[in-house]
Nanobody, 124 residues
């Protein structure tokens, strides 16, 4: 599966932003993948943000974004989204979407496919 993330940009603290990830699959349907969002700030390791099960029923969030971010997917359109509300300066990072097989996975190693990343910058 090939992933293309988009929607990043420069926003002010308190603003909202929605990231999108478009998937292109070959031989295996998008709906069979567990999808996740990760982020990596300058000088820091890539960290888990959110993930969603293949059918969209189960969602998982990092404590740092719980209540502010929402992950969703549209299997008919091969899309996954990350709605980010009440953004903070510490949310500044490159955001990556990823696909894998393990529902509930939270480490980068549990995801097999990665998009190129989209930069989110939050200014105060």
């Amino acid at each position: 599966v090939q992933l293309q993330a988009s929607g990043g940009g420069l926003v002010q603290a308190g603003d909202s932003l929605r990231l999108s990830c478009a998937a292109s699959t070959s031989g295996r349907t998008f709906s069979s993948y567990h999808m996740g969002w990760f982020r990596q700030a300058p000088g820091k390791e890539r960290e888990f943000v959110a993930s969603i099960s293949w059918n969209g029923v189960s969602t998982f969030y990092a404590d740092s974004v719980k209540g502010r971010f929402a992950i969703s997917r549209n299997n008919a359109k091969n899309m996954v989204y990350l709605q980010m509300n009440s953004l903070k300066r510490e949310d500044t990072a490159v955001y990556y979407c990823a696909a894998g097989d393990r529902v509930g996975g939270r480490s980068p190693g549990e995801f097999d496919y990665w998009g190129q990343g989209t930069l989110v910058t939050v200014s105060s």
